[in-house]
């Protein structure tokens, strides 16, 4: 029996499975800088948003946007705005259309909050649903990169708002996300 257990263990087969409701991840940073400066660098509505900046294509629909990253052309990213409350909090609902790993859909939230020592606290909040059922190991990876993702936004809109555009081009080449 300890024998099949370890085993188990060794090939990812032992452990929590994903579930079938969406899953929450949250990464918060301080950033130095307002709120206003930070809100249209996620809007995806405003000229400044960051991934424009970044010459990623964007297209507004009747429907929302269709995003593509340059570095993934056959993949689009659907996007539906779900709020907006300037400069504090705005929303979306994505899918990735063919699903990138086993992630279904997302719904993100961005949350600023303006500190009294002249910084701005901003928190991604993402709800995401991925295929259910999928074994420990697999499961551990899919999450492990959402995280990572998630940071990685916060990372690029903290690298904007304190070092401009060039030190996020220089991060993106060593990050993808």
């Known amino acids: 029996m300890r024998l099949v257990q370890t085993l188990r263990r060794l090939f990812g087969l032992s452990g929590e499975r ?10 918060r940073i301080r950033i130095n800088g307002r ?10 509505r405003d000229e ?7 010459g990623h294509e964007l297209r507004e629909g009747d429907d929302g946007f269709t ?8 993949t689009r990213f659907e996007i ?6 300037g400069p504090s909090r705005y929303s979306y609902d994505s899918v990735t ?11 993100e939230e961005y ?4 500190l009294s020592d002249g910084q701005c606290e901003g928190v991604l909040a993402v709800d995401a649903r991925f295929v259910a059922g999928l074994r420990p190991r697999r499961w551990r990876f899919e999450k492990w990169k959402m995280d990572t993702s998630c940071h990685n936004a916060l990372a ?14 220089t991060a993106s080449r060593r990050i993808k996300v």
């Open 18 to 27: 994903s579930p079938s409701k969406p899953v929450r991840f949250e990464q």
């Open 35 to 44: 709120c206003e400066e930070l809100y249209p660098l996620v809007d995806w």
């Open 48 to 54: 400044r948003h960051l991934w424009r900046q970044l």
């Open 67 to 74: 995003f593509r990253i340059k570095d993934l052309p056959s």
């Open 80 to 85: 539906r705005v779900t709020e907006t409350i």
């Open 97 to 107: 259309l063919p699903m990138l790993g086993k992630l279904i859909d997302s719904h």
């Open 111 to 114: 949350r600023f909050e303006q």
């Open 156 to 169: 690029k809109l903290k690298l904007m708002a304190e070092e401009g555009l060039d030190a996020v081009r």
